[in-house]
């Protein structure tokens, strides 16, 4: 994996990143736009990692810290590079992240019906918690 480059995100990589998360991402936020991409990375410029090979975007994490909690989102592969070890550097890189920063434990956001995903988090080590279920009320429409 040594041709793999993991970087912060940039303002000037926000259309690539919504372009990416479109073909390589499932579903979707309320907050993927360029005005809430751009939030994030202005409020916190570490926590959206981009993976590239070749100059090219194959893999995003959001690996976000709020000083309590380390949370991770739209860890997504490109899928034609997917089963090469890009979501596990991802992970790391976001695991070492947190770790920078003092977290103690991760919660991952991870779509209820993508099964591919389940197996992703499980081989890095992650569990299911049965008994927690996220609760959401949109503040706009």
């Known amino acids: ?22 073909a390589a991402a499932e579903g979707t936020s309320i907050s993927d736009d360029h005005d809430g991409v751009a939030r994030l990375v202005s409020r916190d410029p570490e926590a959206l990692l981009l993976a ?25 592969v490109d899928p034609h590079c997917r089963r090469q070890g890009i979501a596990t550097a991802l992970m790391e890189a976001a695991e070492q992240r947190f770790a920078a920063l003092g977290g103690r434990r991760v919660d991952a956001m991870v779509l209820e ?6 197996r992703t988090w499980a081989a890095g080590g992650y569990h299911r918690e049965d008994h927690w279920r996220r609760w959401v009320k949109p503040l706009r429409g």
């Open 52 to 76: 590239e090979r070749d100059g090219l975007l194959v893999g995003t994490v959001i690996a976000g810290f709020d000083g309590w909690r380390c949370s991770a989102y739209r860890l997504a």
């Open 113 to 118: 019906a993508n099964e591919r995903a389940h």
């Open 1 to 22: 994996m040594s041709d793999l480059h993991i970087r912060s995100a940039a303002l000037t990589d926000i259309d690539a990143v919504l372009e990416f998360w479109r």
